[in-house]
């Protein structure tokens, strides 16, 4: 089976930064597209950044120039890091990564239990 767990979520000042992490650990034959998302109380889950497995990326219009996501494919990681944080970046961060799970090539989508970022005025 394949595990992906998040850390680096706390509390930080309007303005501050923080590191999110998340690793891919198991029966892994290969990663493709990492990405980040994001729930806050009351609203659906949303897309904060991709990485694809060709290292483009992509971000919500709402965090670009702010956020930035990158990976260590040989540790199957994902990396954001959170920089001039707002009060509507609180939420919890979620961690998806599409992994290769044979070697026919099949893939499935795993999540990550969620790190909590708070950020307070």
């Known amino acids: 089976q394949v595990q992906v767990v998040e850390s680096g979520g706390g509390l930080v000042q309007a303005g501050g930064s923080l590191r999110l992490s998340c690793a891919a650990s198991?029966?892994?034959?290969?990663?493709?597209?990492m990405a980040w998302y994001r729930q806050a109380p009351g609203k659906q889950r949303e897309l904060v950044a991709i990485?694809?497995?060709?290292?483009?990326?992509d971000y919500a219009d709402s965090v670009k120039g702010r956020f930035t996501i990158s990976r260590d494919n040989a540790k199957n990681a994902a990396i954001l890091l959170m920089s001039s944080l707002k009060l509507e970046d609180t939420a919890v961060y979620y961690c998806?990564?599409?992994?290769?799970?044979?070697?026919?090539?099949?893939?499935?989508?795993?999540w990550g239990q969620g790190t909590q970022v708070t950020v307070s005025s």
């Open positions: 998806n990564c599409v992994i290769r799970v044979n070697i026919e090539g099949s893939t499935r989508s795993f």
């Open positions: 990485i694809t497995s060709g290292e483009r990326t």
């Open positions: 198991g029966r892994i034959f290969g990663s493709y597209d």
